[in-house]
């Protein structure tokens, strides 16, 4: 069975997940950076478009923690944090 799309507030859709390249079918998650190679993952609560930049179109997020705090990001960084691979790709300093 194909994983199905749950909203977790009002202001998720599948479309703005896909505006904003977020998966759509699983549990959002912030990776908050500790010392060195260590990343905490936090389960995302809620979030919203707390602003838009032109020329480019990037939006930056405002996002709920469960753990109460709210964190402000770029939406293509919150984008990255979603795979699999983010930890990896921050500790190679982006390269492959």
């Known amino acids: 069975m194909a994983a199905t799309f749950v909203p977790i507030s009002e202001y998720d859709s599948k479309d703005l997940r896909k505006e904003l390249d977020l998966p759509y079918t699983k549990q959002l998650k912030y990776m908050e950076h500790k010392k060195g190679n260590t990343y905490v993952?936090?389960?995302v609560v809620d979030y919203e478009v707390a602003g838009a930049?032109?020329?480019s179109?990037?939006?930056s997020l405002t996002v709920s923690l469960?753990?109460?705090r709210k964190v402000r990001i770029l939406?293509?960084?919150f984008s990255q944090m979603q795979k699999s691979s983010f930890i990896q790709d921050m500790?190679?300093?982006g390269k492959e």
Do not use: H
């Open 41 to 43: 993952e936090i389960q």
């Open 66 to 68: 469960v753990n109460g």
């Open 75 to 77: 939406a293509p960084f």
């Open 57 to 59: 179109g990037m939006k």
């Open 53 to 55: 930049y032109s020329p």
């Open 91 to 93: 500790i190679n300093g």
